[in-house]
């Protein structure tokens, strides 16, 4: 059971301030100070023990400085005073100093040892001032405002008053060391402060050029290391493919295409499962009997989900033929809406009528002009076919009594009116009549836009054209095929092993290791080749150069691709102690390269939403606590990796030795380095 060392903000006490209070195991403390004092919470307790006060979905910044707060080479820096003689008020890059100064003023507060809580106003005032996108109440990110953090305080202490021009220099097939110690120190030139000395490493950037194979290698420096979580680059997806023969069945599939691929990948896997021409494809998101949705073959498949109903319709030509329009065509049938009666007479009042959606939509290839009304029934009719009981065509199967009965029945609708007007033309009771009449309808089909002159002339249609094919109520009942766009058989590919479902869980190494990999870069992300004077998609990869006194991991939860957005919720296992990133550092310092976590910022929810929490390594008490806005808990080594798990912050050991006993590797789980070497 957990130890709980939090009090509620407003609560009173008649404890007394203490000015300066020593403590041991080498932990420090500062009085009350400034705008974070707030007397009825002044509680004696252990330093680093403090909550923050949510001010309004701040609970992204109280997790990113609880876990800064608890670096204590930064900490000592800012408790003791020493950054006073390093502010560069005069920083173009830099925030005057304030940023630096209201964040010294919260960690005295947090380290006082006289609050259980404190709210973090001024901080934030001072965060919403330099940093706009910060401001109101909105939910953040706590690895963002961590980042923005960092590089303020690097600006406010940049020691460098006057920054020199460094010329930055090709590698030129010289050794790495000189190039890279080149680029360390020309970057120190211009950069030198506490958070450079804590938090920044090397990184070597390796980009070749696919047409010449231009090499080129630069150093870069780094302040947290953003690593990907291995996740799956294909999916799957189940599609009902519509044949264009009407004898054919429809099918439905399951089709292994690229995470982040187009419709057009899609249509080459049905092309190909199917054996069918992709070209000749047009997909569907049909959704209670309407298109909710006519994909181009450019669009991304991310905009479909796996809920999504997906149907590709086989077509006669190139989906792409620029004169030919793939004319959407829906069915309704007329149904009784409502009935209204005055009086006890059963002839008064009238009969009200509407249009619904039934069925399967289909997809129409006509051309774009030189089409009349009776052809365009007969190439609909045809694409009806498949609805149809084919043994009743060609029989009598219309009932001129009936036929009258319905026209009798007819409501004042414009469309009832035509359809009236056009039986009307039909004397002869040898005449068969049309299955169906048409109307340009809306997308929804729910509502008439226009109508069709049944003229001879040429009917005028247009890409966004929508059409509906109203059935006769005898036509409805004796020749359509209740079970055929339910009749749907199963192909083979729907046995296949499902390949997205995802990891329940990973180890930290697996995703420094991804970090690591050659990558191909994006469409939107093109490298300049000086050597072929255009734009590259060109392969890039990391090594790790050198490593910092404190190492920040930023877990690559959060995903974005055009309009979809998720979040990867999988379980990354990381070790509290013995991180050892020796063999993956190519530099020449690989010695001291074993870590210690002292602190981790939780992000709990989905996407745009969710809560920040973290955990910590108090150096005073040698023990784990969980901060929760406020709230303050003792907790234990077993509580620390969860799935929540966002930006971990790790200490190397001869760096944390200075501060906590044992060098931080006091933990019963891990007494030995970690490898994180793959195999």
């Known amino acids: 059971m957990s130890t709980s060392v939090s009090s509620d903000f407003s609560s009173t006490s008649s404890t007394s301030t203490v000015n300066l209070r020593s403590t041991t195991g080498g932990g420090y403390s500062y009085a009350p100070y400034n705008g974070y004092d707030d007397s009825s919470s002044r509680y004696v307790t252990k330093p680093g023990l403090c909550g923050l006060t949510n001010l309004g979905n701040t609970c992204f910044m109280n997790s990113a400085i609880q876990c800064l707060s608890n670096v204590p080479a930064l900490t000592e820096y800012f408790v003791q005073d020493t950054f006073k003689g390093e502010l560069n008020l005069d920083n173009p890059l830099g925030m005057k100093g304030e940023i630096a100064k209201a964040y010294a003023d919260l960690v005295k507060q947090i380290w006082s040892g006289c609050h259980n809580s404190t709210a973090p106003r001024n901080f934030k005032l001072q965060v919403g001032r330099f940093a706009p996108q910060f401001t109101g109440y909105q939910q953040h990110d706590s690895q963002e405002l961590m980042a923005f953090l960092l590089d303020g305080l690097h600006e406010d202490l940049n020691r460098v008053k006057k920054k020199p021009y460094v010329e930055l220099k090709d590698a030129a097939n010289r050794p790495e060391e000189e190039v890279a110690k080149e680029a360390w120190d020309g970057y120190r030139l211009r950069n030198n402060s506490i958070i450079v000395d804590t938090f920044h490493g090397l990184l070597k950037s390796t980009v070749v050029c696919p047409e010449c194979t231009k090499i080129s290698v630069t150093f870069d420096p780094f302040c947290y290391l953003s690593v990907p979580l291995p996740m799956n680059k294909e999916r799957q997806m189940e599609v009902f493919l519509v044949p264009w023969q009407h004898e054919k069945k429809l099918t439905q599939y399951k089709l292994t295409v690229p995470k982040q691929g187009i419709v057009r990948d899609l249509c080459n896997a049905l092309g190909k499962e199917a054996n069918l021409d992709p070209s000749k494809l ?38 792409n033929d620029p004169d030919t329009i793939f004319l959407p065509v829906y069915q309704r049938e007329k149904r009784s809406r409502a009935a209204y009666t005055s009086g006890s007479s059963s002839s008064s009042g009238y009969s009200s009528y509407s249009w619904n959606l039934f069925s399967l939509p289909v997809v129409v290839p006509v051309p774009k002009r030189g089409l009349t009304y009776e052809q365009l029934y007969d190439v609909v009719l045809e694409r009806m076919r498949r609805f149809l009981i084919v043994t009743k065509l060609g ?57 069709l002159q049944k003229d001879g002339s040429n009917v005028r249609l247009t890409d966004r054209t929508y059409i509906s094919g109203d059935w006769l109520k005898e036509a409805r009942n004796k020749l359509y095929d209740e079970n055929s766009a339910e009749d749907i058989q199963k192909h083979d590919s729907l046995s296949r092993t499902n390949v997205t479902k995802k990891k329940d869980s990973m180890q930290l190494s697996e995703c420094i290791e991804l970090f690591l990999t050659m990558e191909k870069l994006g469409s939107e992300d093109l490298w300049y080749c000086p050597v072929c004077k255009k734009h590259q998609q060109a392969t890039k990869k990391f090594d790790l150069w050198s490593a910092p006194q404190v190492l920040v991991i930023h877990l690559k939860r959060f995903f974005y691709q055009r309009v979809l957005r998720d979040k990867i919720d999988s379980q990354v296992i990381f070790p509290l102690t013995g991180l050892d990133l020796g063999p993956k550092i190519i530099g020449p310092d690989k010695q001291q390269a074993v870590y210690d976590l002292i602190a981790v910022s939780n992000h709990y929810g989905g996407m745009g939403g969710g809560h920040y929490t973290a955990y910590a390594k108090n150096r005073t008490t040698g023990k784990w606590y969980y901060f929760d806005d406020s709230s303050v808990s003792e907790s234990s080594e077993q509580d620390v990796c969860t799935k929540a798990a966002y930006v971990l912050i790790y200490v190397r050991r001869d760096v944390s030795k200075k501060y906590f006993e044992n060098g931080g590797a006091e933990s019963t789980n891990t007494t030995e380095p970690m490898d994180t070497t793959e195999g």
């Open 282 to 319: 047009v997909v569907c998101d049909v959704y209670h009997h309407r298109f909710h949705q006519v994909y181009s073959y450019d669009e991304t498949l991310s905009r479909i989900l796996d809920r999504d109903e997906i149907y590709v319709y086989e077509v006669n030509v190139a989906a």
């Open 395 to 451: 029989t009598r199967w219309w009932d001129s009594k009936k036929r009258e009965d319905h026209e009798g029945s007819s409501s004042e609708g414009e469309h009832e009116r035509e359809e009236s007007d056009e039986d009307s033309s039909e004397k002869s009771d040898e005449v068969e009549p049309s299955l169906f009449r048409f109307a340009v309808v809306n997308s929804y089909g729910n509502s008439e836009v226009g109508t």
